[in-house]
Nanobody, 117 residues
Framework: QVQLVESGGGLVQPGGSLRLSCAAS????????MGWYRQAPGKQRELVAT???????NYADAVKGRFTISRDNAKNTAYLQMNSLKPEDTAVYYC???????????WGQGTQVTVSS
């Protein structure tokens, strides 16, 4: 079993910044991909960014140049630094871990990010 605990969401004005954290615990394994996804009201959940054990990253076009994903392998924690936030970034942000060796995924409970003046 794997548990994911997210933190760092909140209300921010347009142009502001937030940093999300996702701490993983349990049987993670040594090779895994961590990612952030988001779901706005009335929309499907979409990829924001992923980071592999090798630290290679992937970003959605909508966040490139504004968001940065990183990880601390010693702490089994992934981060999402979000800068230059826009109202359209408003969503519930979910953390996901893909355990490559086991071929399964686990999701966090989600954290709300609201960008509004």
């Amino acid at each position: 079993q794997v548990q994911l605990v997210e933190s760092g969401g909140g209300l921010v004005q347009p142009g502001g910044s937030l940093r999300l954290s996702c701490a993983a615990s349990g049987s993670i394994g040594s090779i895994y991909v961590m990612g952030w996804y988001r779901q706005a009201p009335g929309k499907q959940r979409e990829l924001v960014a992923t980071i592999a054990s090798s630290s290679s990253t992937n970003y959605a076009d909508a966040v490139k140049g504004r968001f940065t994903i990183s990880r601390d392998n010693a702490k089994n924690t992934a981060y999402l630094q979000m800068n230059s936030l826009k109202p359209e970034d408003t969503a519930v942000y979910y953390c996901k871990i893909n355990r490559v060796a086991f071929g399964d995924d686990y999701w966090g409970q989600g954290t709300q990010v609201t960008v509004s003046s």
